[in-house]
């Protein structure tokens, strides 16, 4: 069902996105780039890379919050 949010599964060469969410219902698709903020040290700042070395779960969290705002809107769950 996860695979299925990204109306791409695959990384593309224009670095966007769009995740499909529903919202009352309504599919509604969030547009995102592969711009993550880091650390200084290099981590990612939010969420993690896959045990598979993917970034669908830093990806789906972007989209996550910025469907409802922002990172800070769904930051603790």
């Known amino acids: 069902m ?3 949010l990204f109306l791409r ?8 996105y ?3 969410f529903h919202s009352l219902g309504v599919p ?3 547009i995102i ?3 993550i903020p880091t650390y ?3 981590d ?6 896959s045990d598979d ?14 469907f409802h705002g922002n990172y800070k809107a769904v930051e603790g769950g």
Do not use: C, H, M
Request: proline share 2%; glycine share 12%.
């Open 28 to 30: 509604l698709v969030t």
């Open 33 to 35: 780039d592969d711009f």
């Open 44 to 49: 990612a700042a939010f969420g993690a890379i």
């Open 53 to 66: 070395k993917g970034l669908w779960p830093i990806l789906l969290e972007k989209a996550f919050g910025k």
């Open 9 to 16: 599964q695959e990384l593309n060469n224009q670095r966007v």
């Open 2 to 4: 996860v695979y299925n």
């Open 18 to 20: 769009g995740v499909r």
């Open 40 to 42: 200084s040290w290099g």
